[in-house]
């Protein structure tokens, strides 16, 4: 009977799908007969030569509008086949016969990610629900911190409390930061009422406390400097060197790693790091699938494992399934979400693509197979060693690791006999990658510093499927940025390396047709192609303003049929965004907010990620990962908590904003009048319209610099730098578009 039942389903999410059509059709079609109207009305404006139309204008608004209907056109793809998946864990074959897992951990900075924060995310992994033997947790520390190092081992000493108490009450959230705050004895489970229980967990948190005040003791007494000048260290924590006496209690192995560091070495950044972890657990654990998790974002769901085994040990789609994404969540997120932190628009986007050929990689929360990102299937012994070792490096354990059939070298209890410590350390050394085929066709790629998206990419490109999987528990839970600054550098971060991707000769418009399906590049290519929009939204935020103060209107008026177009385009594209938001559970406010932060993530993001992505690509400027700061300040998550805007950020991020703001502003004061007086209403209907959506959607901006005298509120030097950047604009935007 077992059999027959399925361990997974796909469901097309019927409902969606037929809005999402629909709106395509409709929004296309609406969209041809606006090209068709810029087109006919430019060629006249050529052919009767009118003095009194100028072209520039006219020409930037079409350009903008062909752009952004360019990216909805890609967009679309996305929108085609929305899918949802369900999985049966309790069908699965019974634990002997579970693959095993490796686990890989990427820290870098015990500062800016905190050292207790990160031993949850640790304890949390090796708390999972899975058999001990078939687990083993990587830890990767690209800081080389002897505070994290030290800091491991207390969370294995933890460890030996916290395993057994989850094992024996079956616990649900392994987290113990996340347990403790959030009571799970109110579960329903009567396990949880008995005494026994109530005591024991009293021990444990009791336990917990130590442990994190030894944590911070550590912190106190050792220097948190991370190095870049120094060896490798890889070392398998165990009670010996942890100090404490062996029990039966089973664990999941744990390796420390820190790899070789070198100034003036390129390493790769959080895809270096995944490499080593390959390579060194290659010759540990070699486990057939692997767990990739940032530091900042905890298992919540121990069973996440289990799940995407439904999807891997289902021989429908197993050979092709290279990896199965879940998304990312957070638990910081509060209702009213002012910065769009969850990146609310982003995740339906993988329930589409997961539609066509499976979900894009995020960068954490998913288990990967090993073999797809080796980009080989049965290593034999007879392949040309030679060959492997240009594709895989010169260690010849490690190429013994690929064959199926490789006994691994180091058992969990023993230390690693000498020779084999010696190898891994090799495998950990800053110059193996060199001359081989490692961050290219091998492990994750280093081509863009958005790793995750240029390796999913390739993947794909090499005919892996994948799978999306979103539970109603959400499996992984993540600290999301909710500061102005952090969110605006991490993001101009991600447009960066989309750029790099985008103009390069991996450009998904013309590398992924020729690989994989069209409606699936397109998917590709609207994230490589994103960064684009910041001329249209520049443009728009500028040009039909200054064309309304000097009487040039740019739209058709009021009474013309082809003002029906416009309007439609408009109001079409805001309804469907206000039932993407619904049908995820939000309410109008949400839309409100996306809406905001759309426009200052195109005005400053795609801005400087693109500057930043070309300087990069033309060697001005060294490509960088800034990780984002993860210690919680009180003041900045306060505001965050109570709803309100800190627009305590660079000056160079804000004035952008602040000058189109007050642009609009005293255009749209002087637009009105203008208007009345000279009878042009019908005309300048859209063009008076743009400003005013503009301000009241970023409503908290003018809060900000002009009637908020707290700390939070834009720096007055900021605000008066954007006036006279406003003046500048006013004078010389004219003089260019007039004549
Ligand atoms: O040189 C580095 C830099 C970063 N990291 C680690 O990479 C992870 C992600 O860094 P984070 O600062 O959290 O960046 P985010 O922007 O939040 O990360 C998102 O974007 C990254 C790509 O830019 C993806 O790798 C991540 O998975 C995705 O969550 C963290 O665990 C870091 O410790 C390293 O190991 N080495
Ligand atoms: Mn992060």
Redesign the pocket.
Known sequence: MENTLPINLRRVKKTNLIINRLHIFTQGFALLALIYYRTNFLFQIIKIRDKNTPFLPHALVFLSELILSFLWVLSQAFQWNPISRKVFPERLPGNDKLPSIDVF?????PI??PSVDVMNTLISAMALDYPADKLHVYL?D?GGSSVTFQAVKEAWKFLKWWIPFCRKYEVKTRCPVAYFSADESKDENEKFSSTEFIAEKKKIEKKYEEFKRRILKIIENTSSFTSRDHDPLIQVINDENCGVDSDKTEMPLLVYVSREKRPFHS????????NVLLRVSGLISNSPYIL??????YCNDPTSGRQAMCFFLDPKISPKLGFVQFP?KFHNIRENDIYDSQLRFFWPKLEGVDGLRGSML???GFYIKREALYRTSNVQEDNDLVQLQKAFGPSYEFIKSLQQNYKLNASRDEEFSGVSLKEIRFLASCGYDNNTKWGKEVGFRYFS?????FTSFNLHCNGWISVYLDPAKPCFL?SA?TNLNEIIV?YT??VA?LVEVAVSRFSPLIYGPLRMSTLQSMCYANSAYDFLIFLPVYCLAIVPQLCLLHGIHLYPKVTNPFFIVFSFLFLSSQLKHIQEVFSSGHSIRTWAIEQRIWMLRSLTCYMYGTLNGISEMIGLRAAS????D?AENDEQSKLYQMGIYDFQASGLLLAPLCTLYILNVVVFIIGVPKIFHIRQASKMFIQLFIPLFGILINYPLFEGMFLRKDDGRVAPSITILSAALCIIILSFGSLALIY
């Open positions: 951990i990427c820290t870098t900075n800016k990610e990767s690209d390493h790769h950044f959080k895809a270096g790091a995944l990739v998790l940032d530091c900042d974002m990312q995020v960068g954490t510093v958005l790793e995750d998206y993540g940025t991490q971060r991600w390396g990962f800034l990780p984002t993860k």
